[in-house]
């Protein structure tokens, strides 16, 4: 099933889940789901991957000491979403899977508790199909990798990472430097072969260590990591479903802003892409290819506790300063450092519809949310309700609470 037969099902009524690479029909078993019916009605049209891994709880978290615990469901589970299945998600093709080790020596520290790490084939001579350090297609912006232990008392703990392939030193480095003056010493024009988009046999993300004593990231971090096995599979889920032209505005705090660190590389490519250095495996063609840049907007608002824990951050307001200075009204950024009172004010029920407000909620083509559980509840409570004092609660009926014109509709939003 294709990401357009899959709107198109939604809109037309279908109760469709994503999991992985798997769509998923859950209208007969929302009656007979062990957690309640209001978490697939509620993500209806969306990915719950997050949910069924244990990463993610809907509730429970604003005004909790902590955030709520997630459910990792059970291999019963697993038959159950077996049987709801009805198709795959994009091509059954692009989803591949291999045992990887991490190479330790490929680690970059971007803070003290975040690492761009490279997780490769055991057999490192052997490249695993759709394994890219460049994805041509803009589908592929935020899909993500799921990544399970294989060893020890940990075995079979999973999680997902995001792809955000401009994270890597060399290919991040690259873009800053584009975004600079001409007359900056520093200045080099984007060099696309970079970009190459044969298969690999490794794949990079950037992952946060969280120090949870079985956390998958805490392995992953481990200074015997190299002697760690991974599975690997990927790419899958809908990722962030980007339209060619129109405004898209993405909230993110933390390491959630590396949801969309590929597509402001995208902005980079088509609004500096001057004195190209192009290799046989990237023309031209490619460099504007699914974003009509004239016509396309994407504001961002990134939310971090201090400027060093700002997570591409500089590439943020690389790509922003050269806009400013080039007057090209396709990308903006709203920087918040809450310890350091930079635009301090809390994104609550007020700060969220004001600045849905300034571009009109029927203007906007997607809205994305990116952070810790209780900035993703807040917004999705204040999405979820069109009356301002009910800001606080969630409906729990089988249908979201849509409002006038000036509330998000449930397809134009999304809690990654």
């Known amino acids: 099933m294709t990401s357009d037969e899959f709107e198109q099902a939604i ?119 759709n394994f890219k350090a460049y994805y041509k297609s803009l589908s592929y912006l935020t899909k993500h990798f799921l990544v399970r232990s294989m060893d020890g008392p940990t075995k079979s703990v999973a999680r997902h990472y995001t792809i955000c392939n401009a994270m890597r030193p060399d290919v991040y480095k690259m873009y800053i430097n584009a975004l600079k003056p001409e007359t900056d010493p520093e200045f080099k024009a984007l060099d696309l072969r970079f970009l190459d988009k044969s298969d690999m046999s490794s794949m990079t993300f950037c992952i946060k260590n969280y120090g949870q004593p079985r956390g998958l990231s805490t392995m992953i971090h481990a200074e015997d990591q190299n002697e760690r096995r991974f599975e690997v599979k990927g790419p899958m889920g809908h990722g962030l479903r980007v339209k060619s032209t129109g405004v898209h505005v993405a909230f993110a705090a933390g390491t959630g802003a590396l949801c969309f660190v590929d597509l402001v590389a995208w902005l980079i490519k088509a609004n500096a892409g001057r004195g190209l250095n192009l290799s046989s495996s990237v023309n031209e063609a490619e460099m504007s290819e699914e974003i009509d840049a004239s016509n396309f907007q994407f504001h961002l608002y990134v939310s971090y506790p201090k400027r060093a824990d700002g997570v591409a951050l500089e590439l943020f307001e690389a790509l922003d300063a050269y806009c400013k200075r080039e007057n090209i009204p396709n990308f903006s950024l709203y920087v918040r450092l809450s310890q350091e009172k930079v635009n301090p004010q809390r994104w609550d029920d007020d700060f969220i519809r004001q600045e849905i407000d300034k571009y009109g909620a029927k203007n906007l083509q997607r809205v994305w949310v990116c952070g810790p559980p209780v900035m993703s509840e807040t917004f999705d409570r204040c999405f979820s309700s069109p009356d301002p004092e009910r800001g606080n609660q969630v409906n729990h009926d089988d249908e979201p609470l849509i409002g006038d014109n000036s509330t998000l509709q449930p397809h134009q939003y999304e809690i990654l």
């Open 11 to 129: 809109a037309g009524g279908r109760k469709l889940v994503i999991l992985d690479e798997l769509v998923l029909d859950v209208e007969k078993f929302t009656d007979q789901h062990p957690g309640g019916r209001f978490v697939l009605m509620h993500n209806n049209g969306r990915d719950i991957s997050k949910f069924f891994y244990g990463g993610y709880s809907l509730e429970g978290n604003i005004g909790a000491t902590k955030p709520a615990q997630g459910y990792a469901h059970s291999s019963i589970a697993r038959m159950i979403v077996n049987d709801l299945a009805i198709a795959h998600y994009e091509p059954k093709k692009a989803v591949h899977s291999t045992i990887c080790r991490v190479r330790k020596d490929l680690s970059v520290t971007v803070n003290p508790r975040t690492d761009v790490v490279t997780l490769e084939n055991i057999d490192e001579d052997k490249t695993v199909p």
